[in-house]
């Protein structure tokens, strides 16, 4: 009984993830990255990794959604990617993305919770989890197993700890709790972020703050 309680209040299963995004979604953010190119924080994530180094690195995408990193980072000289992601229409959309840009080959799709599935992933060069720390109530987790998997760097994007982005969060919470979704975002702490790297061995190498986002890579050694 608590088990089940646990599974409905945390979302770990695809089909919470689901919930948020699904089909429609996904075909609104391929359409819309197609017209348009990454969101600005994406951008700001993709910059700091080519000043970084991509050329040839292997990559491990974690909540990959469509793959907007790895469409684009594949484009410029990185080798292979791992994209994973538990939501069934995001990895369906961006498979038929790699596709069509002749990238299929050097991508690996991977459906699941990364946390679940961590052990069984590949270490790669470049790990990237933009803009899903905050859809994942296990922050320890989450950041400890994908940064365990970043031999050289590790880059994300995640909301800042300030109350106006706590209360947009907690708002959408609540409206997604009326509506019957069981998915939640999460305003996990900067700090308790930064030490869960640490502690993996690595350190900050650029951040970057907008209104609402971090945008942080790290580096090991
Ligand atoms: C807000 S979307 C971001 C997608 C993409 N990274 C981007 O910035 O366009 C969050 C994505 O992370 C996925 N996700 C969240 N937590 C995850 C986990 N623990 N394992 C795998 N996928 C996860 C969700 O299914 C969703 O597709």
Known sequence: ?????????????SECFESTFNDRRARQQL???RKRGPDKTTRMLLDA??????RNASLLDVGAGIGVVHHELLAEGARSAIHVDAARP????AEEEATRRGHAAHVTFVLGDFVGLAEDIAAADVVTL????????DMEQLVAKSAARANRLYGAVFPRERRGVKVV???QNLLWKVLGNPFRSYIHSTAAIDAALRRQGLAPLSVTDTVLWRVAVYSRG
């Open 1 to 13: 009984m608590v088990a089940l309680e646990l599974a409905i209040m945390t979302c770990c299963s």
């Open 31 to 33: 359409k819309r990255y």
């Open 49 to 54: 990794l080519r000043a970084a180094g991509i």
């Open 90 to 93: 995001h990895i369906r959309l």
């Open 130 to 137: 933009d803009r899903v720390i905050c859809c994942y109530p």
């Open 169 to 171: 969060s907690a708002l």
